[in-house]
């Protein structure tokens, strides 16, 4: 497996360097401390480093030590045949799969550095700065599209309307609905299209200004021009933020992915550059995978 991407390299720390498009940035009492804030720490490159990362749901163990570094301000896919992990890997980075009441967890995952399941991190807070979007959007029904996106800062005590206004116009922006929705923000967000709904929760998500984006299986309910929609948002939040998607649609890895994790039976059978993994993987499971002949 080779962790090493020297190509890539010199792009992602440039776009490390960047500073987040997003200017006004609420004090976060509880945020985790400062030195260990992406947005101040810009040397490392990595946003988040899996080391032998287990996962069991009771006595089945569904992640087989994995490991491997989330390069920051890239989009990194995960594939692999439907049951194979990609969703509870997702889910442990950001301390979801805890929800669930047997699940068990062994390894380390590092969020820029910090050990995100070390005793005195919240979950919550994590959360926060490891935001998801799931394959089914799930705005809040009986909410309008604006309460929708800043519902995450009402949650977190921020009052002011200024902010909060500015905040829902921003997210909305950068989730490139702003334009279709503009003129209703106050409507239901049911009133939305399927695709318009997955942008809102792209949205919502974004509200918090995450550092992490994750996101599984997020247009694979849509049609094409709505999928074209989110994979062009992808490519441009990448500058920005941090992106992990799980993906079913090889086409769609390779289009806007700089990374791929190919999983199989919950163990990391190659992780690599995407432009390797789809032209000249290491693994022959990986070529057969890749090449439809498994999965
Ligand atoms: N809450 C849960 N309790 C028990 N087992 C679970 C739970 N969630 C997932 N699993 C099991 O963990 C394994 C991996 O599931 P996971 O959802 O991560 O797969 P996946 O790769 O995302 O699949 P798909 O492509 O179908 O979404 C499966 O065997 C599944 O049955
Ligand atoms: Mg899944």
Known sequence: MNLIMPPEEEKIISQTRREPRVESREPNPDALPSALDSRTSTASISALTVKNLSI?????QVLKSVSLEVQAR???????????????????????????????????????????????????????????VFQKSNPFPTMSIADNVTVGLRLNGVRARATLVDR???SLRMAALWDEVKDR???????????????????RALAVQPEVLLMDE????????????????????KK???IVIVTHNMQQAARISDFTAFLYLGELIEFDATRKIFTSPARKQTEDYVTGRFG
């Open 56 to 60: 069991y749901f009771g006595k089945n």
């Open 74 to 132: 890239a989009v990194t896919a995960i594939i692999g045949p439907s049951g194979c992990g990609k969703s509870t890997f997702l889910r442990a980075l950001n301390r979801m799969h805890e929800l669930v009441p047997e699940a068990r967890m062994t390894g380390e995952i590092r969020l820029f550095g910090e050990d995100i399941y070390a005793g005195r991190v919240e979950p919550v807070i994590v959360r926060r700065r490891v935001g998801m």
């Open 168 to 170: 829902m116009e921003k």
């Open 185 to 203: 923000l106050h409507a239901p967000a049911i009133s939305l299209s399927g695709g318009q709904q997955q942008r809102l929760c792209i949205a």
């Open 218 to 237: 997020p247009a694979s309910a849509l049609d094409p021009l709505a999928t074209a929609k989110i994979e062009d948002l992808i490519l441009e939040l």
């Open 240 to 242: 920005d933020f941090t």
